[in-house]
Protein backbone atom coordinates (compact mmCIF):
# COMPACT_ATOMS: atom_id res chain seq x y z
CA UNK A 1 0.00 0.00 0.00
CA UNK A 2 1.06 3.43 -0.91
CA UNK A 3 1.93 6.23 1.44
CA UNK A 4 2.65 9.49 1.15
CA UNK A 5 2.80 11.42 4.78
CA UNK A 6 3.16 14.81 4.78
CA UNK A 7 4.75 16.55 7.66
CA UNK A 8 6.45 19.95 8.80
CA UNK A 9 3.35 22.26 8.82
CA UNK A 10 1.97 24.97 11.03
CA UNK A 11 1.66 28.61 11.70
CA UNK A 12 4.11 30.96 10.98
CA UNK A 13 4.57 34.56 10.47
CA UNK A 14 4.39 36.56 7.24
CA UNK A 15 8.37 36.62 5.60
CA UNK A 16 9.06 33.07 8.14
CA UNK A 17 10.36 30.54 7.12
CA UNK A 18 8.64 26.71 6.92
CA UNK A 19 10.46 23.34 6.31
CA UNK A 20 8.20 20.55 4.94
CA UNK A 21 8.47 16.48 4.62
CA UNK A 22 7.14 13.86 2.43
CA UNK A 23 7.62 10.41 3.71
CA UNK A 24 6.58 7.95 1.18
CA UNK A 25 6.10 4.13 1.60
CA UNK A 26 4.83 1.43 -0.44
CA UNK A 27 6.37 2.41 -3.73
CA UNK A 28 9.88 2.36 -5.24
CA UNK A 29 10.78 5.76 -4.60
CA UNK A 30 13.12 6.66 -7.17
CA UNK A 31 11.09 5.73 -9.84
CA UNK A 32 8.64 8.29 -9.28
CA UNK A 33 8.95 11.96 -10.36
CA UNK A 34 7.53 14.08 -6.77
CA UNK A 35 5.50 17.43 -6.59
CA UNK A 36 3.84 19.99 -4.12
CA UNK A 37 0.33 20.95 -4.44
CA UNK A 38 -1.44 23.52 -2.22
CA UNK A 39 -5.35 24.36 -1.95
CA UNK A 40 -6.52 27.64 -0.36
CA UNK A 41 -9.98 27.85 0.62
CA UNK A 42 -12.59 28.59 -2.03
CA UNK A 43 -9.51 28.33 -4.69
CA UNK A 44 -8.66 25.53 -6.80
CA UNK A 45 -5.94 23.25 -5.86
CA UNK A 46 -2.32 24.88 -7.60
CA UNK A 47 1.05 23.42 -8.57
CA UNK A 48 3.79 24.49 -6.08
CA UNK A 49 6.74 23.02 -7.37
CA UNK A 50 7.88 19.18 -8.62
CA UNK A 51 11.18 17.13 -9.16
CA UNK A 52 12.12 14.48 -11.33
CA UNK A 53 12.91 11.06 -10.06
CA UNK A 54 16.91 11.46 -9.64
CA UNK A 55 16.00 15.05 -8.09
CA UNK A 56 18.19 16.37 -11.05
CA UNK A 57 15.67 18.11 -12.31
CA UNK A 58 13.02 20.79 -10.59
CA UNK A 59 10.10 23.20 -11.95
CA UNK A 60 7.98 25.69 -9.84
CA UNK A 61 5.40 27.88 -10.07
CA UNK A 62 5.66 31.73 -10.74
CA UNK A 63 3.78 32.66 -7.34
CA UNK A 64 6.67 30.53 -5.39
CA UNK A 65 10.13 30.93 -7.93
CA UNK A 66 12.87 32.30 -5.82
CA UNK A 67 11.00 31.91 -2.39
CA UNK A 68 11.02 27.61 -2.55
CA UNK A 69 13.18 24.74 -2.65
CA UNK A 70 11.99 21.37 -3.40
CA UNK A 71 14.94 18.51 -2.90
CA UNK A 72 14.50 14.77 -2.42
CA UNK A 73 16.52 11.80 -1.11
CA UNK A 74 15.80 8.82 -2.40
CA UNK A 75 17.84 6.91 0.19
CA UNK A 76 15.03 8.05 2.61
CA UNK A 77 12.34 7.69 0.42
CA UNK A 78 11.66 11.98 1.33
CA UNK A 79 11.32 14.57 -0.27
CA UNK A 80 11.29 18.37 1.38
CA UNK A 81 9.53 21.83 0.44
CA UNK A 82 11.68 24.42 1.84
CA UNK A 83 9.72 27.91 1.96
CA UNK A 84 11.10 31.13 2.50
CA UNK A 85 9.70 34.40 2.56
CA UNK A 86 6.60 33.12 3.38
CA UNK A 87 2.84 35.36 2.40
CA UNK A 88 -0.20 35.32 4.11
CA UNK A 89 -1.60 34.02 0.38
CA UNK A 90 0.53 31.18 1.01
CA UNK A 91 -1.34 29.69 3.46
CA UNK A 92 -3.34 26.40 2.50
CA UNK A 93 -3.51 22.49 2.70
CA UNK A 94 -0.13 21.44 0.55
CA UNK A 95 0.02 18.00 -0.54
CA UNK A 96 2.70 16.15 -2.03
CA UNK A 97 2.33 14.01 -5.10
CA UNK A 98 3.93 11.21 -6.83
CA UNK A 99 3.40 10.05 -10.55
CA UNK A 100 6.07 7.26 -12.38
CA UNK A 101 8.66 9.27 -13.94
CA UNK A 102 8.82 9.40 -17.88
CA UNK A 103 12.44 8.50 -19.54
CA UNK A 104 12.16 12.39 -20.12
CA UNK A 105 12.21 13.31 -16.70
CA UNK A 106 9.45 15.74 -17.12
CA UNK A 107 7.79 17.08 -14.46
CA UNK A 108 3.93 17.23 -14.96
CA UNK A 109 2.20 20.38 -13.33
CA UNK A 110 -1.35 18.48 -13.59
CA UNK A 111 -2.31 16.96 -10.78
CA UNK A 112 -4.85 14.82 -12.62
CA UNK A 113 -1.10 12.93 -14.03
CA UNK A 114 -0.55 12.12 -10.68
CA UNK A 115 -0.77 8.86 -9.08
CA UNK A 116 -0.80 9.03 -5.09
CA UNK A 117 -1.18 11.76 -3.09
CA UNK A 118 -0.89 12.84 0.74
CA UNK A 119 -3.29 13.63 2.96
CA UNK A 120 -2.69 17.11 2.79
CA UNK A 121 -0.98 19.67 5.59
CA UNK A 122 -1.98 22.73 7.06
CA UNK A 123 0.41 25.70 6.58
CA UNK A 124 -0.58 28.99 7.81
CA UNK A 125 1.02 32.63 7.40
CA UNK A 126 0.41 35.25 9.76
CA UNK A 127 0.18 38.93 9.23
Known amino acids: QVQLVESGGGLVQAGGSLRLSCAAS????????MGWFRQAPGKEREFVGGISWSGGRTYYSDFVKGRVTISRANAKNTMSLQMNSLKPEDAAIYCC????????????????????WGQGIQVTVSS
Open 97 to 116: AAVRATYTSDICSSGTEYDY
Open 26 to 33: GLTFRSYT
